[in-house]
DNA sequence: ACATTTTAGTTGACCTATCAACTAAACTAT
DNA sequence: ATAGTTTAGTTGATAGGTCAACTAAAATGT
């Protein structure tokens, strides 16, 4: 018998819950929710913020681009973004000397204790989460999620 | 030898490409941009819009907590999603003789048009993608997305 | 050297998501 | 029956995401 349960065809009788990009689009609401939470309570600052926070590192000196690259993130709302965190006293911008457009970034002594307190809450929940897949599932999500990433960029199917 | 490439611990060293979360959130953007494209092309309807139809159903009769309870959708967003949904004339509303408190909502004939045009596209790009990956990969990225979802909704780790 | 293009970042307008307050109908229990 | 509670859906306030216009500096090409 070849018949898997997978790939699954949706309709009316094949409930939502087999169709791949919304199941993606469910568990990751959901994850983002408890990261939330998780931060909150934690550290107290807000999941943008944290993501923000790893790009610049601990090491700092980024620029906004730098940032993008890692992450993808629009640039106003990155602009926005770190506004809010030099606001908080998290961040420090200096500017660059030899590219007057651009300005260096790094985290300040506040930034930084949140930082270290932070991560390795964040690397806790990161293997607890992993640590609910089989090892060929936490293989494969990976595999997989990367493949699919490409499949949604390229244009051979739009 | 044990080591496993995964589960991957994220550091300086690891970049944000090997934490799980990070990777479904960007995917997941990725699928979306991809998704909302597509139906632009095909039938001209919002990504929301077309996932609150396939809740609908091409047989009709639902009602809003009905479809809350399929797809997990804010109350007030779907509420307003449906507004806008009857106002393109693809949703009426006819209310409910047993019970005033709720509406019975169905495709209109135009919305059941669209509806019978679309979901054989986004079949054929379900297909597609779940084409790119590999039957293991397929089969574990459900399972570890059930997982996911669970561990995400335990507060056992928060 | 100077006009053109590219890159860096900011800002404003708009749109969607989330949360909470609110009205109204229906159920529950005395 | 009727007070209290639950369920259905609407609406408003607000935060966050997305897109495009804009300024300024640097790079490029003639």
């Known amino acids: 018998m070849e018949t898997a349960i997978y790939p699954p065809e949706f309709d009316s009788d094949t409930p939502l819950q ?15 929710v408890h990261a939330a939470k998780f931060l909150e309570k934690t550290s107290g600052i807000a999941l943008a913020h944290w993501r923000v926070m790893l790009c610049i590192g601990a090491d700092g000196n980024t620029t906004h681009s730098e940032i993008r690259r890692k992450i993808a993130m629009d640039k106003g709302q990155l602009s926005r973004c770190l506004k809010g965190m030099v606001d908080e006293g998290l961040v420090v911008t200096q500017e660059d000397a030899a590219d007057q457009r651009q300005q260096r970034l790094s985290l300040t002594k506040k930034g930084r204790r949140i930082f270290d307190k932070t991560l390795p809450e964040m690397r806790k929940r ?10 060929s599932e936490s293989r494969m999500i990976f595999s997989a999620l990367d493949k699919l990433e490409v499949a949604a960029q390229n244009h051979e199917f739009l």
């Not at 087999?18 to 983002?32: F, K, S, Y």
């Not at 990161?126 to 090892?135: D, E, M």
């Open 18 to 32: 087999n169709v791949l990009t919304w199941r993606i689009h469910q568990v990751h609401n959901r994850l983002n």
């Open 126 to 135: 990161q293997s607890y989460l992993i640590g609910r897949l089989s090892k």
